[in-house]
T-cell receptor, first 114, second 112 residues
Framework: AQKVTQAQTEISVVEKEDVTLDCVYE???????LFWYKQPPSGELVFLIR????DEQNEISGRYSWNFQKSTSSFNFTITASQVVDSAVYFC???????????WGLGTSLAVNP | DAGITQSPRHKVTETGTPVTLRCHQT?????MYWYRQDPGHGLRLIHY???????DKGEVSDGYSVYRSKTEDFLLTLESATSSQTSVYFC???????????FGDGTRLSIL
């Protein structure tokens, strides 16, 4: 079975704090792809990153970084020095094997307070 | 931004009426998807298309039908709308099944 678990339903931090959003996935396939999306209060869904199962290098993009660990089946997302504009719901998703469908986590709602 | 247009953006209708939502893309992407988003359920796939006239069901397809007559357009129809279909509907496109999906701005549908 394929599954994505985002155990943190809601997180609240104060601006400039670092915050990590957890994503744990399940799949028996050796080839798979992991994604993160952001949904700000305005409602649109924005693609952030795609990672394939053969590339375990961590990714950094500005204040955003992603830690992919196959040993723990996790693909965690860290925001460094959070800002109010980072307030959003963040979704993790999995595409495994030749499945044409994304398996979505339920999302983590992040509130960054001034 | 990916060229995806959903129409209408908002609609209020009555139970039992047919409703059609349209998704139009200018990216020439092969894959198109319809999702609904409800509190506590995240994103749920309704139907998707992997080519003209090629479609398949998602996890919540009951009560919905789709049609893709050409690459650019993917229609979602609620044959006889029910209050349980009140939701925000998103269209998405992708070049291939393992590539990122890019989303339209959503349609807020209320069925009274």
């Amino acid at each position: 079975a394929q599954k994505v678990t985002q155990a943190q339903t809601e997180i609240s931090v104060v601006e400039k704090e670092d915050v990590t959003l957890d994503c744990v996935y399940e799949t028996r396939d050796t080839t798979y792809y992991l994604f993160w999306y952001k949904q700000p209060p305005s409602g649109e869904l924005v693609f952030l990153i795609r990672r394939n199962s053969f590339d375990e290098q961590n990714e950094i993009s500005g204040r955003y970084s992603w830690n992919f660990q196959k040993s723990t089946s996790s693909f965690n997302f860290t925001i460094t020095a959070s800002q109010v504009v980072d307030s959003a719901v963040y979704f993790c998703a999995l595409n495994a094997g030749n499945n044409r469908k994304l398996i979505w986590g339920l999302g983590t709602s992040l509130a960054v307070n001034p | 931004d990916a060229g995806i247009t959903q129409s209408p953006r908002h609609k209020v209708t009555e139970t039992g009426t047919p409703v059609t939502l349209r998704c139009h893309q200018t990216e020439n992407h092969r894959y198109m998807y319809w999702y609904r988003q409800d509190p506590g359920h995240g994103l749920r796939l309704i139907h998707y298309s992997y080519g003209v006239k090629d479609t398949d069901k998602g996890e919540v397809s009951d009560g919905y039908s789709v049609y893709r007559s050409k690459t650019e357009d993917f229609l979602l129809t609620l044959e006889s709308a029910t209050s349980s279909q009140t939701s925000v509907y998103f269209c998405a496109i992708s070049e291939s099944w393992n590539q990122p999906q890019h989303f339209g701005d959503g349609t807020r549908l209320s069925i009274l």
